[in-house]
Structure formats: structure tokens, C-alpha cells
């Protein structure tokens, strides 16, 4: 057969619907990314504001260039057990047609959508940092954490050969690789980079709670290509994933309002919010193999086990400003193991049975699973992060602190005319000097603040 007749066969393998249906969850995976932005943007201070929200755009940017590059090819090029080869350097041969993990879509599409996961589990772990570490130390440790971390984690359950998903772990659309791995890389760089200054001496409120709600819709709905995409074409496991996604989220919010409520007698709209999230991570390695019913119960299940790490890390010295961990960390481990107990083959004959169905040994895999993540991702952080640190400075000064670090990183404002102070109540900008009370100067005494 020539090559023009070759490729006209390769093409139609590729089915029109499928990739109309991926292309649609690849740009809705996307507006995550603002959505975001927008979440943890008003959940800061307005001084941090836009730090804050270009955190989560600029991973999006070197991630996208590093996924190019390498980052796809490690993830899913063939290799070894646990990491994948260069065969697919600078995608190379990812073209139209079909490829080895989704024939029915063009193999360049697959790469597309893969790769806004790789640029917004980075851009998660960035609410751990906001408001302390600097930019660029920030984007580095992003681009390294992604290829020595996220690509490996990926090939381990997705790729080709990877060893957890020969061990027959099940992660539809990544709560292991995306939230488990991000919360706890979260939690590893707050107690690395240790508390801003302002923490346990006064309240750090949101600034902006309707940019939350804001921020907390756009999930939402991103969320639908993120899990509902993740069946890689339009068939009914995508439109089951689709209904647990949005069940898991709702049974989220019910269930962090009843904790509210029961602990404080009210409701608020952050905590809506939270629970929105917190439901919509629970699910996620579920969506494609449970029930709506299954999606309820996880949902409800993983809201107070968030809400308790949440309040747990509050009476803490642990500075995971929004809380990073106790929402992607937690709510990803209680997905992960509870897919193991409502996994069921009548949603998706490739998925298998979990526990209540007969199947107990589907939940001890996924225990391997998410205890081998953790481990994984905690080490290679700390290693990371002292890369970082051999480089540049990973953490602002104390004064850029109290001017707000959307100025002294950015030269920018959120809101000019802000009242901006330190704590003597004045005005203070970035040509002036910041006088600090002892206390302030001795956080670190190692010098450690600028590092």
C-alpha cells in the first residue's frame, strides 16, 4: 500500500464524533486554569492578588512548552516500567492519525489534552506558596517538579507498561497523578519555605469571595472535559462520567455545609465553594467506573474528612496558605481508595469490581497506589526543592512581604490606590524602606528568609 493510502486508512479510523468530543474537553480542561486563578485569587489578600493568579497561568505556559518537548514522551512513550523513553522528543510522529492509547482520535489531540493536566496539577500546589515564594523559583521548581515527578507518576498509571497500572490500578482521570501528588507536594513546600510572616499574628481573610465563587464555577465546569474527556470519546462511559462528576460535586458541597453548619451554625459561600472542589477531586479517579450513586456517597464520604484536615491544620504551625492539602491531598486519597470500594464493571467493563462488589483486593491496590505516590512525590520534592534553592532564592524577603509581593515581584498592583500598610498602619511602597520589629528580623536566624 503506498503512503498516500496509508494515510487515507489512518484517518478513517478517526472517528469524527470522538474528536469533536475531545477537542471540546481539551479546551474546557483549559478554562480551569483561570478558573483557577480566579479560586485562589480571591481567596488571598488583595496585595498578592495577581501573584496569586499568575502562579497558575505561568505554569500553564513553561508546562506547556516542557509537555512539548519532553514531557509527553516521558509520560507516555514506551520505556520502562517506570518512566517513558524520548520516542516522542519534541512529539515527534504525533500526528493525525491514531495513536497507541486512543485509536479513534487523531494521536497529536491525545498529546494536547494530556498536557492540560500536566500544566494545572503544577499550577494546584501553588496555593501552598502564595503570598512567599518567589516567582521564578516557583516556574523552576514547576518545570522540574513536572518532569521528574507528574511524567513518571504518569507513565506509572496511564502509560504503556507503567507499573501501577500493570499492578491494575485504577485512576480515570487523575487523583494520583494530578491531586494526590500536588497536595502533597503542598504540604512539603509550606513546611519547606515556612509560614509567611503575617501567619497566627493576625487574620489573613479572602479579599475577594466572590472571585472564588467565581473561580469555583469555572472548575466546575472545566471539570466536565477534565473527567468526562478522560473517557477519550463520546460513548456512555463518558456520559456516565459526566453525571458522577457533577454528583460528586454537589454531594461535596452538601456535605462541607453540613459540617459547617454543625460546627458553627452557619453556611458561608467559601466553604460552598471548597466543597465544590473538594467533591469534584474526590471523584475524579472514579468518574468513569461508578455509579451516580457511588459518586454521591464519595462526595459526601470525602467533604468532613477535608473539612477535619482542613481545621486539623489550622490549630497547626503548618502554613499551607489555602489549604492545598487537606482539599487535593485528602479528597484525592479518599477518592482514590473509595473508587476501589464502588468500582464496578457494569459501568465500564474495563474498569473492575471494587469491594462492594466482591473485589476487597481492588482496594488494597489502590492503597499500594496512593501510599506509593505520597512517598514518591514527598522525596522528589524535598530534592527539588533544594535544587531550587543551590540556584536562587526560593522565598522573598521580609519587606516584600509587607509591601505585598504583587509589587515586589511584579512591579504591579491588583488595585492602585490600595491601602497597602505595614504595621504601623503607613502607607509603605517599594522605594521606601520597611522598618520591622526585632521579632520579625529573627524568624529565620539562619538567613533562611531570603532562601
Not at 468513569?288 to 482542613?310: H, K, N
Request: charged share 10%; proline share 4%.
Amino acid at each position: 500500500m503506498t503512503p498516500l493510502l496509508l494515510s487515507q486508512a489512518a484517518e478513517a479510523s478517526i472517528s469524527a464524533g470522538d474528536t469533536a468530543w475531545v477537542l471540546v474537553s481539551t479546551a474546557l480542561v483549559l478554562v480551569m486554569v483561570p478558573g483557577l486563578a480566579f479560586f485562589y485569587g480571591g481567596l488571598v489578600r488583595g496585595k498578592s492578588a495577581l501573584n496569586t493568579m499568575l502562579m497558575s497561568i505561568g505554569a500553564l505556559a513553561v508546562i506547556t512548552v516542557q509537555w512539548v518537548l519532553v514531557g509527553y514522551s516521558l509520560a507516555f512513550g514506551e520505556g520502562t516500567r517506570w518512566i517513558g523513553d524520548f520516542s516522542f522528543f519534541g512529539l515527534m510522529g504525533v500526528g493525525a492519525e491514531g495513536g497507541p492509547y486512543a485509536s479513534g482520535i487523531p494521536h497529536v489531540l491525545f498529546a494536547a489534552f494530556q498536557g492540560m493536566f500536566a500544566g494545572i496539577a503544577v499550577a494546584l500546589f501553588s496555593g501552598a506558596v502564595v503570598e512567599r515564594m518567589r516567582f521564578t523559583a516557583y516556574l523552576l521548581f514547576g518545570v522540574l517538579w513536572s518532569t521528574f515527578v507528574y511524567d513518571p507518576l504518569a507513565h506509572w498509571v496511564w502509560g504503556e507498561g507503567g507499573w501501577l497500572r500493570e499492578l491494575g490500578a485504577l485512576d480515570f482521570a487523575g487523583g494520583t497523578v494530578v491531586h494526590i501528588s500536588a497536595g502533597v507536594t503542598a504540604l512539603v513546600l509550606a513546611r519547606q519555605l515556612g509560614p509567611r510572616r503575617d501567619f497566627g499574628r493576625m487574620a489573613t481573610v479572602p479579599h475577594n469571595v466572590p472571585f472564588t465563587l467565581l473561580g469555583a464555577g469555572l472548575l466546575w465546569f472545566g471539570w466536565f472535559g477534565f473527567n468526562a474527556g478522560s473517557a477519550l470519546g463520546a460513548s456512555g462511559v463518558a456520559a456516565n462520567a459526566l453525571l458522577t462528576t457533577h454528583a460528586g460535586a454537589a454531594a461535596g458541597i452538601v456535605g462541607w455545609l453540613v459540617c459547617e453548619i454543625w460546627r458553627s451554625g452557619r453556611a458561608t459561600a467559601v466553604g460552598a465553594a471548597t466543597g465544590a472542589v473538594v467533591g469534584l477531586v474526590a471523584i475524579t479517579p472514579a468518574a468513569g467506573f461508578v455509579t451516580p450513586l457511588g459518586a454521591l456517597a464519595i462526595g459526601a464520604l470525602s467533604a468532613p474528612l477535608s473539612f477535619l484536615a482542613l481545621h486539623a491544620r489550622a490549630k497547626s504551625q503548618l502554613d499551607d496558605t489555602l489549604d492545598v492539602f487537606a482539599c487535593h491531598g485528602v479528597a484525592g486519597i479518599s477518592g482514590a481508595l473509595l473508587t476501589g470500594v464502588f468500582a464496578t464493571t457494569t459501568v465500564n467493563p474495563d474498569g473492575a469490581n471494587g469491594a462492594l462488589y466482591g473485589n476487597v483486593g481492588l482496594l488494597w491496590v489502590q492503597a499500594v497506589a496512593v501510599v506509593a505516590t505520597m512517598l514518591f512525590a514527598a522525596a522528589a520534592s524535598v530534592a527539588i526543592l533544594a535544587i531550587v534553592r543551590a540556584i536562587m532564592p526560593a522565598r522573598v524577603p521580609v519587606s516584600a512581604e509587607v509591601v505585598g509581593i504583587d509589587l515586589s515581584e511584579h512591579g504591579e498592583e491588583a488595585y492602585h490606590g490600595s491601602d497597602l500598610s505595614d504595621l504601623t498602619g503607613k502607607r509603605v511602597s517599594l522605594g521606601e524602606p520597611v522598618l520591622l520589629p526585632a521579632r520579625d528580623l529573627a524568624l529565620e536566624p539562619s538567613g533562611a528568609l531570603g532562601r
